[in-house]
Nanobody, 122 residues
Framework: QVQLVESGGGLVQPGGSLRLSCAAS????????MGWYRQAPGKQRELVAA???????NYADSVKGRFTISRDNAKNTVYLRMNSLKPEDTAVYYC????????????????WGQGTRVTVSS
């Protein structure tokens, strides 16, 4: 089993930056694909970015060029660097993990964190 804990959310002005972290414990982190999802009030949960166990990445079109996902297997942590933030990025961001890649990108990962809230507002 895997436990995931997100951190790094907060209030930021439009155009600002944040880095989210997802710390994993309970299993071998390097064996898992990892994804970041977000959900805004009244809206569907959506995939933001994902990274495979070997470092390949996928991004939603809405965040390409602004967000970067990365992982540090030595620290059992995945990161989401968010630049040029917009009000529409406001959401709760969740970390997702699974050893089966299709489940990560399909929103069916076995493990989820509690989420960290990002608010982009002036």
């Amino acid at each position: 089993q895997v436990q995931l804990v997100e951190s790094g959310g907060g209030l930021v002005q439009p155009g600002g930056s944040l880095r989210l972290s997802c710390a994993a414990s309970g299993s071998i982190f390097s064996a898992y694909g990892m994804g970041w999802y977000r959900q805004a009030p009244g809206k569907q949960r959506e995939l933001v970015a994902a990274i495979t166990s070997d470092g390949s990445t996928n991004y939603a079109d809405s965040v390409k060029g602004r967000f970067t996902i990365s992982r540090d297997n030595a620290k059992n942590t995945v990161y989401l660097r968010m630049n040029s933030l917009k009000p529409e990025d406001t959401a709760v961001y969740y970390c997702n993990a699974d050893t089966i890649w299709a489940r990560v990108v399909g929103g069916r990962g076995a493990y989820w964190g509690q989420g960290t809230r990002v608010t982009v507002s002036s």
